[in-house]
């Protein structure tokens, strides 16, 4: 079992950055696959970010390419997203998960976390 806690999203200007950080709970961190989705409403969430268990393979979102970084530090069981140059388009629930599949792209994802509220104002 894994246990995932977002926290750093906010209200923030166009042009400007955050950082989320997603704290997992469980011994076996290092051995997920972890993702950053977003979720607006009426769409289906989708998937921004997601970095392998060793963090040696990474994968973003075309939309995000360049300003978006994932990163993970398996000794503090903690997975991030630096997000710089934000749009209001990238106004969002965003929500991080683990999969235990080795994948990052086509993966079953199998634990969530309840999601942060990211907001750019133009």
């Known amino acids: 079992q894994v246990q995932l806690v977002e926290s750093g999203g906010g209200l923030v200007q166009a042009g400007g950055s955050l950082r989320l950080s997603c704290a997992a709970s469980?011994?076996?961190?290092?051995?997920?696959?972890m993702g950053w989705f977003r979720q607006t409403p009426g769409k289906e969430r989708a998937l921004v970010a997601g970095?392998?268990?060793?963090?040696?393979?990474?994968y973003y979102a075309e939309s995000v390419k360049g300003r978006f970084t994932i990163s993970r530090d398996n000794a503090k069981n903690t997975v991030y997203l630096q997000m710089n140059s934000l749009k209001p388009e990238d106004t969002a629930v965003y929500y991080c998960?683990?999969?235990?599949?080795?994948?990052?792209?086509?993966?079953?994802?199998?634990?969530w976390g309840q999601g942060t509220q990211v907001t750019v104002s133009s």
């Open positions: 970095i392998s268990w060793s963090g040696g393979r990474t």
């Open positions: 469980g011994r076996t961190f290092s051995s997920y696959s």
């Open positions: 998960a683990a999969s235990s599949s080795g994948n990052i792209v086509i993966a079953r994802y199998d634990y």
